[in-house]
């Protein structure tokens, strides 16, 4: 068995209403994210592969276009815009075109991440 992982980095904003954190997390404010989606599986015989990762890259793209320089409050799909809900977010738009096993989400600047195991866990 093989895991393959790809990443890409967004920049977005977001406001966080139910925190602890005070006002700061509460108003509008941006981070530097880095998401890392992680594959699992037995490469073909024929092409020596578990997955195209060009395809996996094609899949990312989408994503990071979808999520960069965006105010992520106003994707309804996220829900609040957690490192929970992102990361869950982001599963579901690459679980059905790729072998997903995890998908983690790190706010580096933060020290801050959180990594997703699907729904079944």
Request: hydrophobic share 40%; net charge negative.
């Amino acid at each position: 068995m093989w895991e393959l992982t790809k990443s890409f980095r967004f920049e977005a904003a977001h406001a966080l209403s139910h925190t602890t954190l005070g006002e700061v997390s509460q108003e509008i404010h941006g981070h530097s994210f880095r998401a890392e989606v992680t594959i699992r599986g037995v490469p073909d015989p024929v092409t020596g592969m578990v997955m195209d990762l060009g395809l996996l890259d094609r899949s990312l793209d989408e994503l990071r276009k979808t999520l960069d320089h965006k105010f992520l409050n106003k994707i309804e799909a996220i829900g609040i815009p957690t490192l929970e809900n992102l990361s869950r977010f982001i599963w579901d738009r690459v679980a059905d075109k790729a072998p997903v096993v995890r998908v983690g989400v790190f706010r580096d600047s933060c020290n801050e991440s959180c990594v997703y195991f699907g729904p079944k866990g």
